[in-house]
Every structure is written in structure tokens, then in C-alpha cells.
């Protein structure tokens, strides 16, 4: 396969970061949500929480869905399905009138849409960019940023003038504009060559039930059963579920925790804002420098996750003063927030193009496991302790954890696949011949 840039590309990258802006990065108004829902149903405080974690971690634990999505049809399809279930999930959510079924409708339902979305435009920007993917992804992801920084006040503001059920109503169109979005990601190279050879496949069996009950299987298989499974990649998914163990402990304790030092709802608020734009130059930033071959993107992930790591351990001091807060959540966006640009440029040099989709799939699922698993965990630890420093050590020495399992990555990586002998030798020979 060629490694030239197809001109559609860079249609693509913008189309990327609007359909991340609009879908996925509505899993971070989680937070805002969680007060307008408890003031709302004034239910039980476990169970509200539980509908939010839910939310949160959806857009990852349902990556292997949009894997099976891409890999029967095309990345295409995915993003636009994931504006169809945001418009009905948050469309239905304001009908509820028991917050039971928001975890149906507003935490499933709109959950998978944002995974859809998020894991479709990534491994869409694998496909067209195989020689500058962290720029590519970076410039992408930069709509997740932005949205960190916009739609929790963005949100506020809606349930402030409309209410519950009109911000749901609104989230909805929001969502939906995602669709508008996977109209313009015209498919890739790699993805006309896998349906033009589906199509052939499909005339010469047309009358062969056996054939294509198989077929079906094979892409189910390859969702469920990765064979490019070996230690470089496992040692990349202990990397990625540690990091997210980190990063859902910080995310869900920190403002409460500056808040017990005494700063204000206002200023906690604004720290999510500050981080965001953080996070922005952040993803941009790195994944320009992933790009020289000197550097490359596993070196670059283990070190921002060795100095977030760093920065944790010291956060008592370093947020003693409203400045000092200010500046420790800027650092954090940078050395934490890019991380997510790297996932996909490491997955392509980990197992290449072929296995691109499936892959994600299992790294996506990976972090929905630690962002599942990370808060209860952190919450346990503040339980028997009384304050947060037990569970901000144990968010440290999660990203700890992520840095050295990512030198032990780079370590068990003899060399980048070859694209040409991956898909020679675990392929058949019709689908060989595809590169």
C-alpha cells in the first residue's frame, strides 16, 4: 500500500475534529449533569452517580461495537450512526420521568453514539494518514479539548435558561449535527479496496448461505478474537487501563478536593475550562512531535505519563493558592490531555493498517475498563482514610504504572509491522491481494 496522503485527507481531519467537538466531547458535561439530575429526581445519590460514571465511560467500553461497524462497513457509517443515537438517546431522556431509565437512554444509549463517533473518526485518520498519524489525530482530537472547555459551562447555561428537558432536547441537535460531519468522511483507499473485494466475493456467493454465514463470523472474529495479539500489545493495554485508572480518579475528586481548601464552586469550575485549553495545546503540540522519527510517539507517551505522574504526587502543594491551582490544571491538560493524541499512531505501529479498526476497538475498551474500575476504587481508598491523599497517591502511581508499562512496550517492539507481510501472511490469498 502507498503511503501518499490522499487529497480527501485533510477533509477529513476537519470533519474529524467537528464530529468530536459535537458528539463525543459531550461526555464531559458529566459533571454538570450529575447536579441538574440529582435537583431533578432527588433520588438516590449512588444511583444518580452510577448514571453518570456510566455516561462517562460508555464512549470507550463501547469501542468494540464500532470496530464490528467498521470493519462490516466502513468508518463512514459509524460516525453517522453515532449522530442517530445521541438525537434519540438525549431526545428520549427528556421524556424520563424516572431517572431508572436514564441508564437506557442517557447513559447507554448516548454513551455509544459518542463511542461510535470517537472511535470511528480515529481509526479513519489511521487509514488516510499512514505516515503523519499523530499530527493528523492530534489536529483531530483537538475537538475533544475544545469541547472540555466549552460544553461544561455551554451546559450550564442551557439547564439555567431551559431546564432539564430542554438541555437534553438541545444536547440532542447538538449531537446530531455529528452526522452532517460523517456525510463529508468519504472512505478510505484501504476501505474501497475491502468493499470492492466484499462486492466480488459477494457475486461469486451469492447463492451460498454456508459462504456467507461465514463471512459474518470471520468479522465478528475479528473483533473478539484478535490474533495480532503478542506481549508489546498487552504490554500497551496494562499501559492504557493504569493511565485511565489515573485519569478518572483526578477527574472525578479534584474539584471537590479543591473545593475542601477552600476555593469556590466558580473557581473548581473553571479549572475543568483551564484544563481543556491545556489539553488543546497539548494535543496539537504532541502530535506534531510524535511525528520526527527520533522521538515517535510510545517514547513521547511513557514520559507524559512519568511527569503527570510527578505532578500528582506533589498536588497538595501545588494548589495552596487559586494561581498555583490555575497553573497545576494547565500542566495537567498538557502532560495528561495529549496522551490521547498518541493512542493512534502507537496502535498503527503496533499491528498496522489491516488490524487498525480492531485494535482501537480493544484499546478503547481497555480505557472504558479503567475509567469504570478507577473512581470506586480511589472512592474506597477516601472512605477508609478521611482525605484525599491516599487516593491521589494511588492516581499517581497509576501513571506511574502507565510509563513504565509503556517502556516495557517499547522494549518488547522488535520493529514496526510490515503492512505488506501482515496482510501476505495471516490473510488468505484473495484478501492479500487487496494491498
Known amino acids: 500500500m502507498s503511503d501518499r496522503i490522499e487529497p480527501w485527507a485533510w477533509v477529513v481531519v476537519v470533519a474529524s475534529l467537528c464530529a468530536l467537538f459535537l458528539n463525543t466531547s459531550l461526555s464531559y458535561i458529566a459533571g454538570v449533569m450529575h447536579v441538574a439530575l440529582l435537583e431533578r429526581f432527588q433520588d438516590d445519590v449512588t444511583v444518580t452517580s452510577w448514571v453518570g460514571s456510566l455516561y462517562s465511560c460508555m464512549f ?23 449522530g442517530v443515537l445521541g438525537l434519540v438517546g438525549f431526545a428520549s431522556s427528556s421524556l424520563a420521568d424516572d431517572i431508572r431509565w436514564l441508564f437506557l437512554t442517557y447513559a447507554l444509549m448516548t454513551g455509544l453514539g459518542q463511542g461510535l463517533c470517537y472511535t470511528g473518526c480515529l481509526v479513519l485518520l489511521g487509514f488516510y494518514f499512514k505516515t503523519r498519524t499523530s499530527l493528523a489525530t492530534g489536529i483531530g482530537i483537538a475537538g475533544c479539548g475544545l469541547g472540555n472547555f466549552l460544553m461544561p459551562p455551554l451546559t450550564q ?130 502530535g506534531f512531535a510524535a ?49 490521547w493524541t498518541l493512542f493512534n499512531a502507537i496502535t498503527y505501529a503496533i499491528v498496522g493498517v489491516h488490524h487498525l479498526a480492531s485494535a482501537m476497538g480493544w484499546v478503547m475498551f481497555t480505557c472504558g475498563m479503567g475509567y469504570l474500575i478507577g473512581g470506586p476504587i480511589a472512592g474506597m481508598l477516601l472512605e477508609a482514610t478521611g482525605d484525599y491523599h491516599a487516593a491521589f497517591m494511588f492516581s499517581a502511581s497509576s501513571f506511574l504504572l502507565a510509563s513504565i508499562f509503556g517502556l516495557l512496550m517499547i522494549c518488547a517492539r522488535t520493529e514496526p509491522p510490515d503492512v505488506e507481510t501482515t496482510l501476505t501472511t495471516t490473510l488468505p490469498e484473495s484478501e492479500a491481494l487487496e494491498s
Not at 464500532?66 to 453517522?80: E, G, H, L, Q, T
Not at 513521547?300 to 494561581?323: D, R, W
Not at 494547565?330 to 502532560?335: A, K, L, R, T
Open 157 to 286: 447555561h442551557l439547564v439555567d435558561g431551559y431546564g432539564l428537558k430542554g438541555t437534553f432536547l438541545l444536547l440532542g441537535a447538538v449531537a446530531f449535527q455529528s452526522c452532517v460531519c460523517g456525510f463529508l468522511m468519504r472512505p478510505s483507499q484501504h476501505e474501497r479496496q475491502r468493499h470492492l473485494r466484499r462486492q466480488e466475493e459477494g457475486k461469486a456467493n451469492q447463492e451460498n448461505l454456508a459462504s456467507r454465514c461465514q463471512s459474518c463470523f470471520n468479522q465478528i472474529r475479528s473483533c473478539s478474537i484478535p490474533h495480532f495479539i503478542k506481549t508489546s500489545f498487552t504490554m500497551y493495554l496494562l499501559s492504557v487501563m493504569t493511565f485511565t485508572v489515573g485519569c478518572s480518579t483526578l477527574k472525578l475528586y479534584f474539584p471537590d478536593f479543591v473545593m475542601k481548601q477552600g476555593a469556590t464552586f466558580q473557581h473548581a469550575s473553571s479549572l475543568v475550562s483551564v484544563t481543556g485549553v491545556g489539553s488543546i495545546v497539548s494535543r496539537i503540540c504532541l
Open 291 to 339: 511525528t520526527d522519527p527520533k522521538i515517535g510517539p510510545s517514547l513521547l507517551y511513557s514520559g507524559a505519563n512519568g511527569v503527570t505522574s510527578v505532578l500528582v504526587f506533589f498536588i497538595h502543594p501545588l494548589t495552596q493558592t487559586s494561581g498555583l491551582r490555575v497553573v497545576f490544571s494547565f500542566c495537567h491538560g498538557v502532560y495528561n490531555g495529549g496522551i
Open 60 to 82: 470507550a467500553l463501547s469501542a468494540p461495537v464500532a470496530s464490528f461497524i467498521i470493519n462490516r462497513w466502513n468508518c463512514r457509517c459509524c460516525v453517522i450512526v453515532s
